[in-house]
């Protein structure tokens, strides 16, 4: 099993052209998002940012194949999501994207190397290779000491660092972090950060979702979404 995708250069890697998401809330119509247009190239860290209610977990349910737009188009890899069944949108979700949340989301009764391994049982990946590329990548979280622990033993900044060796596990085109630093404190949250840094810099392509402007500084470019809009956009380099 080779290492996380890290190709870089001038390759679009997400292409979103006005996209559009409505809900249905009785008879009305919500609109959340509205004409978003959003290119995010190989070996990139971007943040989208904005308050609550501005839409964009909801964005980013759809850059992760959790959901799909109601118009407009999203491109993967190339690929137009909005036309794939619910089995291809899975088997996107397994291998092209690597997903960080606030809460973290193990599973308690697992240890740190089996909830590491899990997306790879999914994806086939024999037990001693899955075995192999998991204690890789908690090493490299520095939790050598830790494969045999369950979440409840661990801190908060241990079980991200766990989530985030997950989210790496079966070598995804794109690492998406909503408020990854959400239910840590504040030193502990710059610890996580410099380490989507360093994975970009090793060539992961980031994108993090984030309310909090110090968050959003880690990224070398940030855009900003208010009322289901990007309303703007900040190169940080």
Not at 20 to 46: C, H, M, P
Request: proline fraction near 4%; charged fraction near 20%; aromatic fraction near 6%.
């Amino acid at each position: 099993m080779g290492g996380t995708q890290t190709v870089t250069g001038d390759c679009a890697l997400i292409e979103v052209s006005h996209l559009d998401k409505v809900y249905s809330v009785g008879d009305d119509k919500v609109t959340v998002l509205q004409n978003i247009n959003l290119t995010v190239r190989a070996g990139e860290f971007v943040s989208i940012m904005g308050p609550s209610g501005s839409g964009k977990s909801t964005l980013m349910h759809i850059l992760g194949c959790l959901d799909v737009p109601s118009r407009g188009q999203y491109q993967l890899h190339g690929q137009a999501v909005e036309s794939l069944t619910p089995w291809e949108l899975a088997h996107i979700r397994n291998q092209e994207v690597g997903f960080v949340f606030q809460n973290f989301y193990l599973l308690p009764r697992m240890t740190a190397l089996r909830n590491v391994e899990l997306p790879m049982v999914y994806a086939g990946i024999s037990p001693v290779d899955r075995r192999r590329r998991a204690s890789e990548l908690l090493h490299q979280m520095g939790l050598s000491d830790r494969f045999q622990h369950r979440p409840n033993t661990l801190s908060g900044g241990q079980k991200q660092r766990v989530a985030i060796a997950r989210a790496l596990a079966n070598n995804p085109s794109v690492l998406l972090a909503d408020e990854p630093t959400g239910a840590l404190d504040t030193k502990t949250g710059e610890e996580i950060m410099g380490m989507f840094q360093a994975l970009n810099q090793g060539g992961v392509t980031v994108v993090v979702i984030t309310h909090d402007a110090k968050v959003a500084h880690y990224a070398r470019r940030t855009v900003h979404l208010l009322d289901g809009k990007i309303v703007g956009e900040e190169d940080l380099r």
